[in-house]
T-cell receptor, first 112, second 115 residues
Framework: KNQVEQSPQSLIILEGKNCTLQ??????????LRWYKQDTGRGPVSLTI?????NTKSNGRYTATLDADTKQSSLHITASQLSDSASYIC???????????FGTGTRLQVFP | EPEVTQTPSHQVTQMGQEVILRCVPI?????FYWYRQILGQKVEFLVS????????KSEIFDDQFSVERPDGSNFTLKIRSTKLEDSAMYFC?????????????FGPGTRLTVL
């Protein structure tokens, strides 16, 4: 079954600290992997998109990694800010279909 | 910066009633999508739409659901006879090309509450 699993479910960190969120997927055939940020009550906003051949992609303080062999990805947030408080969702696109397969997300809270 | 907009932001309806959720995709985009997110659960794909027809739909998208692009700007999701379990956040998305590597831009969502 095509699934996307994320850990941890929730995370609390202090402002200025770094954190890493994990994603494992079993989607096949694989097309690409995306990380989205979703603020409470809002739509998801794309942070990064990576294909099979891309190992790392950065977007400001966000750096995503992808290991297509082990079907794992991570999202590293550097020097966290209060505005980083949100859910971070790992999303995998299956080759040959339109739909995106979403993970359950990691709820990140950044405190001062 | 162009964005996807959705109306209304919150819709309350009685079970059995019809609802229409509206979306205005980004103007040069050709592919449109509806997703839903039940409170506390994952976002789930409902349907994709291109060239005035459904290109793909999930098992959730049964005969109670329909989509339409009534004019050059709006994209609608109709639920014919709402059920309690239809209560969810509904997100519209659009992309310039087919999903593939292309980014899907999401709207802010419509919260549907079925009483």
């Amino acid at each position: 079954k095509n699934q996307v699993e994320q850990s941890p479910q929730s995370l609390i960190i202090l402002e200025g600290k770094n954190c890493t969120l994990q994603c494992n997927y079993t989607v096949s055939p694989f097309s690409n992997l995306r990380w989205y940020k979703q603020d409470t009550g809002r739509g998801p906003v794309s942070l990064t998109i990576m294909t099979f051949s891309e190992n790392t992609k950065s977007n400001g303080r966000y750096t995503a990694t992808l290991d297509a062999d082990t079907k794992q990805s991570s999202l590293h947030i550097t020097a966290s800010q209060l505005s980083d408080s949100a859910s971070y969702i790992c999303v995998v696109s299956q080759r040959g279909t339109d739909k995106l397969i979403f993970g359950t997300g990691t709820r990140l809270q950044v405190f001062p | 910066e162009p964005e996807v907009t959705q109306t209304p932001s919150h819709q309350v309806t009685q079970m059995g009633q019809e609802v229409i959720l509206r979306c205005v995709p980004i103007s040069n985009h050709l592919y449109f999508y509806w997703y839903r997110q039940i409170l506390g659960q994952k976002v789930e794909f409902l349907v994709s739409f291109y060239n005035n027809e459904i290109s793909e739909k999930s098992e959730i998208f049964d005969d109670q659901f329909s989509v339409e692009r009534p004019d050059g700007s709006n994209f609608t999701l109709k639920i014919r006879s709402t059920k309690l379990e239809d209560s969810a956040m509904y997100f519209c998305a659009s992309s310039e090309w087919a999903s593939g590597y292309n980014e899907q831009f999401f709207g802010p969502g419509t919260r549907l509450t079925v009483l």
